[in-house]
């Protein structure tokens, strides 16, 4: 029983150890750790409604993350309405006019209303204009969609309700391959910085974004 109870005592320190490691960015309840796109503080254009982070309508500023991230691990959950469209950005920096200049998106969409939705590359869970999720796993408009995005030593997963279904090696021959067949050939600064901020979009209408976690690796 002893020794039971020195495997459990070291379980919960460890799993302790694992939960302090994750920084919080929205609770449900407070904002923590995000700001507008080029702004210094938190815009009016989002607001936190039944425990939910949600765009004003009439409104559009992007968020980003006020630090920067290089290895990571990102944790939400986002919903759409019925035709409606968001994206989630890694590696962003703000040298540009807009953050989708310079950062790679995984694609929030409803896939079944919004013409994003019928090309696969543009389709919820891509790596936006560039790589096709490999299954379709996105929930029906109005239920929330949990998202993990992992990057570690540039190699990045985009992970939708469980299902691993976007894999590429940020800055390889076969990415800048991709770039180059798509509309970011002609942005200097996409996907040039090796860190960057996390960033929601937050100007293409109504979203809602919940549960919002990132840990360093």
Known sequence: MKNLSILLTAFIMVGFSSNSEWTVLFDGKTVKGLRGYKQSGF???????????KTVPGHGVDLISEEVYKNFEL?????????????????????GNYIWQSAPEMQ?????KHTDGKN???????LYALIAPSANVVKPVGEFNQVRIKVKNNHVEHW????????????????WDLVAKSKFNKMPLFAKASE???????????IWYKNIRIRRL
Do not use: C, R
Request: hydrophobic fraction near 35%.
């Open 43 to 53: 815009p009016d254009s989002w607001e936190v409604v039944d425990g939910t982070l």
């Open 75 to 95: 944790e939400l959950e986002w919903k759409v309405p019925k035709g409606g469209n968001s994206g989630i950005f890694y590696f962003a920096t703000e040298e």
């Open 108 to 112: 929030v969409v409803d896939d079944e």
């Open 120 to 126: 696969t590359l543009t389709s919820a869970g891509a």
């Open 160 to 175: 939708l309700n469980g299902t691993k279904i976007v894999e590429y090696v940020y800055g390889s021959d076969m990415m």
């Open 196 to 206: 960057g901020h996390i960033g929601l979009q937050g100007d293409h209408g109504l």
